[in-house]
T-cell receptor
Framework: RKEVEQDPGPFNVPEGATVAFNCTYS??????FFWYRQDCRKEPKLLMS???SGNEDGRFTAQLNRASQYISLLIRDSKLSDSATYLC????????????FGSGTRLLVRP | NAGVTQTPKFQVLKTGQSMTLQCAQD?????MYWYRQDPGMGLRLIYY???????DKGEVPNGYNVSRLNKREFSLRLESAAPSQTSVYFC???????????????????FGSGTRLTVV
C-alpha cells in the first residue's frame, strides 16, 4: 500500500464548477500535510498547508480528517488556470523535514 | 532570482556512462533533497541532506551517490547509468517555520525546474 494515495483522475470540469479531491495517508503518526500544484513538465509548487482546523485561501479550502486519515482540497469557481496536477504531501513524524508525495490528481478545467 | 538552480535541464546518456546533476540554492536553507518523478509513481526521495555535512538515503538510493559540497550545493551522481534511471529529477531545498510538530508549523519546499534524463 502506498503511503499517500490519490485518485489520478483526470477530473474534467467546466469553468465555474466546484471540484474536490481526496487523499488518504497510511501513517497515523503523520504530522504535517500539504497540497502542492504541478503544471505540466514543471516543478511542484506549494499551494497550501493543511491544518487540523481546516484552512481557506481564496477559492481553495483544505481539510484534514485525522480519524479517517484523509485530506481534502476543494476548489470553488474553477478557472482555466487551475488546470494542473495536485499533489497531496505528508510529512512523517519520524523524519526530519522529509516529505512523502502522492502521485497526484489531474484537473482539467474546460471553457 | 532567488531559488533553486539545477543543471543540466536535459541529458541523454548511454548505459554505463556516468554523470553528475548539479543543484544550488541561494535561500540559505539548511536542508536539500533529490527526488525522481516517474509516471504514476509520484516523487520519490533518492537522498537528502538535513544540514551541511550530512547526507542520508531516501526511498530509492540504489545507483546514486550524493555530495553536499557546502550549504548551497548538493549534487547527485550516477556512476553507471541504467535505463531504469530514465526519469525527471528534481532538487529541492527547505526551511521550517514555527515547529513542524504543531499545527502552526510548516515546511516550505522550493524545487528546481528539473532535469529530464534519458538513458538509452
Amino acid at each position: 500500500r502506498k503511503e499517500v494515495e490519490q485518485d489520478p483522475g483526470p477530473f474534467n470540469v467546466p469553468e465555474g464548477a466546484t471540484v474536490a479531491f481526496n487523499c488518504t495517508y497510511s501513517n497515523s503518526a503523520s504530522q504535517s500535510f500539504f497540497w502542492y500544484r504541478q503544471d505540466c513538465r514543471k516543478e511542484p509548487k506549494l499551494l497550501m498547508s493543511v491544518y487540523s482546523s481546516g484552512n481557506e485561501d481564496g477559492r481553495f479550502t483544505a481539510q484534514l480528517n485525522r480519524a479517517s486519515q484523509y485530506i481534502s482540497l476543494l476548489i470553488r469557481d474553477s478557472k482555466l488556470s487551475d488546470s494542473a496536477t495536485y499533489l497531496c504531501v505528508v510529512s512523517p513524524i519520524a523524519s526530519s523535514y522529509k516529505l512523502i508525495f502522492g502521485s497526484g490528481t489531474r484537473l482539467l478545467v474546460r471553457p | 532570482n532567488a531559488g533553486v538552480t539545477q543543471t543540466p535541464k536535459f541529458q541523454v546518456l548511454k548505459t554505463g556512462q556516468s554523470m553528475t546533476l548539479q543543484c544550488a540554492q541561494d535561500m540559505n536553507h539548511n536542508s536539500m533533497y533529490w527526488y525522481r518523478q516517474d509516471p504514476g509513481m509520484g516523487l520519490r526521495l533518492i537522498y537528502y541532506s538535513a544540514s551541511e555535512g550530512t547526507t542520508d538515503k531516501g526511498e530509492v538510493p540504489n545507483g546514486y551517490n550524493v555530495s553536499r559540497l557546502n550549504k548551497r550545493e548538493f549534487s547527485l551522481r550516477l556512476e553507471s547509468a541504467a535505463p531504469s534511471q530514465t526519469s525527471v529529477y528534481f532538487c529541492a531545498s527547505s526551511e521550517v517555520s514555527g515547529s513542524v510538530w504543531t499545527a502552526l508549523g510548516s515546511i516550505s519546499y522550493t524545487f528546481g525546474s528539473g532535469t529530464r534524463l534519458t538513458v538509452v
